[in-house]
């Protein structure tokens, strides 16, 4: 079984769309992120909820708006796509933010395309 | 605010010889350091941590990792190298944020290249 999982694996849309990245989680995590990796590789948080609450947002538009149903589960929206917005999204998780030895897991990613 | 370097965006080893991914920090207080391995298409994998303890961390698939407080470094090696440790490797700190909650922040990457 894959223990951080996030559909779908590839995501090609026009400028101006809305659209959802899924994650699931199935290791019994408190905590789950989502990080953005750009073309050159560098890998940056986005956001963190440990039990379903919103922790760390770092400086990211509101046109993005995670949701966390529940705590194996986090989800990400993104409103009126822009070209910028191309990257690989990772989904991860962690037993609890507050460790501080704590590893990620993390999903496969989500290759976004914004033509 | 804590931060980590890898100064090279690539390294390039033959196989069977030793490799070493360099990586700085700069932190306030105990650092909290990880390295973390991507194959292509995949999602990052844990490879060790150092907490506390020996400056020697050893993780996983053989690699090691060298804790130098003096020099702030915590350099990835392996003694062998094998090309299928071709990979995209990445340094991380523990940063402390808001409310005592942590974040990992990750390095640039360096791009490891092992060749037959």
């Known amino acids: 079984d894959t223990a951080v999982s996030q559909t779908p694996k590839y995501l090609v849309t026009q400028m101006g769309n809305d659209k959802s990245i899924k994650c699931e989680q199935n290791?019994?995590?408190?905590?789950m992120y989502w990080y953005k990796q750009d073309s050159k590789k560098f890998l940056k948080i986005m956001f963190s909820?440990?039990?379903?609450?919103?922790?760390i947002n770092e400086t990211v538009p509101n046109r993005f708006s995670p949701k966390s149903p529940d705590k194996a589960h986090l989800n990400l929206h993104i409103n009126s796509l822009e070209l910028g917005d191309s990257a690989v999204y990772f989904c991860?998780?962690?037993?609890?933010?507050?460790?501080?030895?704590?590893?990620?897991?993390f999903g496969s990613g989500t290759q976004l395309s914004v033509l | 605010a804590q931060s980590v370097a890898q100064p090279e965006d690539q390294v390039n080893v033959a196989e069977g010889n030793p490799l070493t991914v360099k990586c700085t920090y700069s932190v306030s207080g105990n650092p909290y350091l990880f390295w973390y391995v991507q194959y292509p298409n995949r999602g990052l994998q844990f490879l060790l941590k150092y907490i506390t303890g020996d400056n020697l961390v050893k993780g996983s698939y053989g690699f090691e990792a060298e804790f130098n407080k003096s020099q702030t470094s915590f350099h990835l090696k392996k003694p062998s190298a094998l090309v299928s440790d071709s990979a995209l490797y990445f340094c991380?700190?523990?940063?402390?944020?808001?409310?005592?909650?942590?974040?990992?922040?990750f390095g640039a990457g360096t791009r490891l290249a092992v060749h037959p």
């Open positions: 991860a998780s962690s037993q609890d933010l507050r460790t501080v030895n704590e590893k990620l897991f």
């Open positions: 290791l019994g995590h408190d905590t």
């Open positions: 909820y440990n039990n379903k609450e919103l922790i």
């Open positions: 991380a700190v523990r940063g402390m944020f808001s409310g005592g909650y942590n974040k990992l922040i």
